[in-house]
């Protein structure tokens, strides 16, 4: 009977990795999680923390390329960074949700990004057109480390895209030209993004299908 159990998960574990799109049962979907959280946890904090870091240390070229704001800038966003950093701290100590943890970053860049534009929009330096495209790192920072769940990081990304095209609409004075130019840029980099996302979340469910002890599942 063990025998047959074995045979019968190796069976349906092969087959499930053989589709374009690799799904964890929903027997199996608790047993995922606990062992993504035992896999990713820490890493997720650390990127989190790091991604912070490197969003308030954007503050220093903001504040040399946008100077009419440059207080502002660094207010609101050293501001916003401690806030997110400490979200993510209390989610990591007493909630240790990893489908939670696994899209704090790129929720936290929608408001990242709005924060930026909203600066922009309010500056006057003549560097602002260029400036604008920085804002790809947005959508690749939200998509870079994403393990888990992809449809739920395509919404964010879509949610960050809007907001990004918002912003570069005000910031280029409604010019259609330049939002053209803007999405010629912008479109295949998203698509990248989307693409590593989508990698990433298909690598980590075949990991888990290939290393679970055999027994018996059930694909639906």
Not at 49 to 78: E, R
Not at 96 to 106: A, H, K, M
Request: proline share 5%.
């Amino acid at each position: 009977m063990i025998d047959e159990y074995k045979k019968e998960s190796r069976f349906l574990i092969q087959e499930i990795l053989k589709r374009p799109f690799v799904r964890i049962p929903s027997s199996l979907e608790h047993e995922f999680h606990t062992y993504q959280k035992d896999q990713i946890f820490k890493f997720l904090l650390q990127v989190n923390i790091l991604a912070q870091c490197t969003y308030a240390a954007y503050s220093v070229a903001d504040y040399f390329i946008l100077p009419d704001v440059g207080s502002l800038v660094v207010w609101l966003k050293l501001s916003y960074t401690a806030l997110i950093s400490l979200v993510t701290v209390l989610i990591y100590k007493f909630s240790r949700s990893v489908q939670l943890f696994d899209l704090i970053l790129p929720l936290s860049i929608i408001g990242a990004s709005a924060i930026w534009f909203y600066l922009l929009n309010l500056s006057h330096s003549p560097d602002r057109p260029i400036y604008l495209y920085a804002s790809l790192v947005f959508v690749v920072l939200a998509n870079l480390c994403v393990q888990i769940r992809f449809m739920p990081a395509v919404i964010i990304s879509f949610l960050i895209s809007a907001v990004i095209y918002t912003g570069v609409y005000f910031v280029v004075d409604r010019n259609w030209h330049q939002m053209l130019l803007f999405s010629l840029i912008y479109n295949p980099v998203f698509m990248f993004s989307l693409y590593i996302s989508w990698t990433a979340t298909q690598k980590s469910k075949m990991l888990f299908l290939r290393k679970r002890p055999l027994s018996p599942i059930a694909i639906f």
